[in-house]
T-cell receptor
Framework: QQQVKQSPQSLIVQKGGISIINCAYE??????FPWYQQFPGKGPALLIA?????SEKKEGRFTISFNKSAKQFSLHIMDSQPGDSATYFC????????????FGKGTKLSVKP | KAGVTQTPRYLIKTRGQQVTLSCSPI?????VSWYQQTPGQGLQFLFE???????NKGNFPGRFSGRQFSNSRSEMNVSTLELGDSALYLC??????????????FGPGTRLTVT
C-alpha cells in the first residue's frame, strides 16, 4: 500500500514535443504529490506539487494532472527541450508520515534536438 | 537564500568502518529528512528530525542513526559499514506548517563508496 508505481522507465521525445510520465498509488491516505527533477551528480529538485483537492496544476511548461478516483497522477512537459533531459521522480506522502516521501522508481527522459 | 549543503560530497570507506555525514538545512527550515538513493532500490526514506527529535524512521537497520542539533543541522551515522551501504545519501529540509513538513528541498548528496 505504500508503493508509488511510475511509468515509463525511460522516455525519448523530440524537441518541442510533449513528455508524459505517469504514476499510480494505492494508499488513499496520500494527500501530497510532488514531482522532482534530478540531473546526474545533483540532488532532486522540486518541480511542482499538487494536493488532491485540485485536478490540475500548471507552472510554466510543467503540468500535473490528478485523477483521485483512479489514484493516478501524471506530469506533462510541454514544448520539451534538450535541457529537460533528466530523471524525473513522482512521490507521495500523507499526514502522519512526517517527512517521509514515497518515491516512484524514476523516469529517464531524453529530449532529442 | 543558500540551499541545503551536505558534507563531505564524496567518501570512500572500508567494510566495518563507520561514517558520519553532515547536513545544513536552508535557513529557517527546522525539518530534516535523510534518504538513501541506489540504482536498484531508488530513493528510500531513512529518518526525519524536527526540533532535535526523530519523528519518523524508515525500514533500515539500527546501524543507521542520526541526530539533529539546536541550529537544525543534522548528522547521520552508519556503523559497521557493508558493501551494500554504497549509495548516494541525500538530505532534504523543509518548513513545518501545523506540525507537518511539505515541500522538501534536497542537497547535492554525499556519495559513499564502501570497499
Amino acid at each position: 500500500q505504500q508503493q508509488v508505481k511510475q511509468s515509463p522507465q525511460s522516455l525519448i521525445v523530440q524537441k518541442g514535443g510533449i513528455s508524459i510520465i505517469n504514476c499510480a498509488y494505492e494508499n488513499t491516505a496520500f494527500d501530497y504529490f510532488p514531482w522532482y527533477q534530478q540531473f546526474p551528480g545533483k540532488g532532486p529538485a522540486l518541480l511542482i506539487a499538487i494536493r488532491p483537492d485540485v485536478s490540475e496544476k500548471k507552472e510554466g511548461r510543467f503540468t500535473i494532472s490528478f485523477n483521485k478516483s483512479a489514484k493516478q497522477f501524471s506530469l506533462h512537459i510541454m514544448d520539451s527541450q534538450p535541457g529537460d533531459s533528466a530523471t524525473y521522480f513522482c512521490a507521495a506522502s500523507n499526514l502522519g508520515s512526517q517527512g517521509n516521501l514515497i518515491f516512484g522508481k524514476g523516469t529517464k527522459l531524453s529530449v532529442k534536438p | 537564500k543558500a540551499g541545503v549543503t551536505q558534507t563531505p560530497r564524496y567518501l570512500i570507506k572500508t567494510r566495518g568502518q563507520q561514517v558520519t555525514l553532515s547536513c545544513s538545512p536552508i535557513s529557517g527550515h527546522r525539518s530534516v529528512s535523510w534518504y538513501q538513493q541506489t540504482p536498484g532500490q531508488g530513493l528510500q526514506f531513512l529518518f526525519e528530525y524536527f526540533s532535535e527529535t526523530q519523528r519518523n524512521k524508515g525500514n533500515f537497520p539500527g546501524r543507521f542513526s542520526g541526530r539533529q542539533f539546536s541550529n537544525s543541522r543534522s548528522e547521520m551515522n552508519v556503523s559497521t559499514l557493508e558493501l551494500g551501504d554504497s549509495a548516494l545519501y541525500l538530505c532534504a529540509s523543509s518548513l513545518v506548517r501545523q506540525g507537518r513538513s511539505y515541500e522538501q528541498y534536497f542537497g547535492p548528496g554525499t556519495r559513499l563508496t564502501v570497499t
